[in-house]
């Protein structure tokens, strides 16, 4: 039966068969599970397009029900930690909303438009803390800015560095590369409040491919970063709530199932049997068959087991139904590229 005649699902509207993506529907996925919907839905997001609310002592989380951001009234200015389009001018009005003090800092996690993209709200006076490589890709690429252009960092760190801004301490933390290079941890201590971006997404799988990350081992390892940090709330920049210890236990179990099941792949899958059937003369459909049959078997073991909870991850994590098979993917090619791994069939090339 072909996609056309399926019931629910969307036609394949390119007629690129093969050569395109699937088209699926609602339908085809389980239903969001009730806690997953955080924010989503209070009257007062539903309303004004945000919701704001105190995490503790001036620092504040807001969210579109999205994107999410942070910001800390420190009595004599706001410290804003990234500006998602998606949030805007509802950044200023959360803000307005807690606190008569103005923006006087703001804090970039990484350079990607999708979490700084908004920052011409605070206008061009602000001082601005991020990491060099932040720093370096806004001064490349400086047509990504909307409204007045994004600030350029002023401060700049290549590690961490612990700041105080009106007495209140904040530390920043760079590791090494992870979800982008120059991603930095923003940590208040006392609050105990962590901001780390783009790594879990809680009560939800991540999105597409470890979240957009550019190195999978290194998105993989700042699991455990978080998880280091004495902390009561991680803001993670998506989804629609903030995050807990036991959401980012659950990212970090899920990610490494993914990985351990993606390297079981490489024994499990036999590419000697394709190599057989499809020859060399296309080597990229050997690729995709290969690529394919190994993310269908690390999907299927992933979504289907039992974790600690006595839920499998297709019940237990928002969205895994729909995302998994992207981050088996993404896993699987960086266990190629940044583990160093081989199939079979290039192992009896290679001696290993
Ligand atoms: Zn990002």
Not at 35 to 62: C, I, M, Q, W
Not at 236 to 259: F, K, M, P
């Amino acid at each position: 039966m072909s996609n056309n005649e399926k019931p629910g699902i969307l036609p394949d509207r390119y007629g690129l068969g093969a050569a395109g993506m699937p088209y699926t529907s609602l339908s085809d996925y389980r239903p969001i599970p009730p806690n997953a919907t955080g924010s989503l839905f209070l009257p007062d997001r539903l309303e004004k397009g945000y919701h704001v609310e105190e995490l503790n002592d001036g620092v504040f989380y807001l969210t579109s029900g999205a994107y999410d951001c942070m910001f800390i009234a420190t009595g004599n200015g706001v410290v804003a930690v990234d500006a998602p389009p998606l949030l805007g001018d509802n950044i200023l009005r959360g803000i307005a909303e807690v606190t008569d003090e103005p923006v006087t800092h703001a804090i970039y996690s990484h350079w990607h438009a999708d979490h700084i993209g908004a920052a011409g709200v605070f206008g061009q006076d602000v001082t601005v803390f991020a990491h060099e490589y932040t720093r370096e890709m806004l001064e490349r690429w400086p047509d990504m800015g909307r409204k007045n252009g994004i600030p350029l960092p002023t401060e700049t760190i290549s590690t961490s560095q612990s700041i105080a801004i009106n007495g209140v301490t904040i530390d920043l933390d760079y590791k090494g590369v992870n979800h982008a290079p120059g991603n930095i941890f923003i940590y208040t201590p006392k609050q105990k409040v962590l901001a780390a971006i783009d790594i879990i997404s809680p009560g939800w799988s991540a999105f597409k491919h470890c979240d957009a990350s550019e190195n999978i081992r290194g998105w993989a390892e700042a699991h455990d970063w978080i998880l280091e940090y004495d902390f009561d709330a991680v803001v993670s920049g998506h989804v629609n709530r903030w995050g807990t210890r036991e959401d980012a236990l659950a990212s970090r179990d899920y990610t490494w199932d993914i990985i351990d099941f993606a390297k079981q792949a490489f024994d499990e899958v036999d590419d000697f049997e394709l190599v057989e059937r499809i020859g060399f003369s296309n080597g990229w459909v050997l690729w995709e068959d290969y690529f394919n049959d190994m993310t269908n078997y690390v999907t299927k073991q992933t979504l289907t087991k039992t974790t600690d909870n006595g839920q499998t991850w297709a019940a237990r994590l928002a969205g895994a139904d729909v995302m998994t098979k992207y981050h088996a993917y993404s896993i699987l090619e960086a266990l190629r590229l940044e583990w160093g791994l081989l199939s079979k069939f290039e192992r009896t090339i290679t001696g290993d």
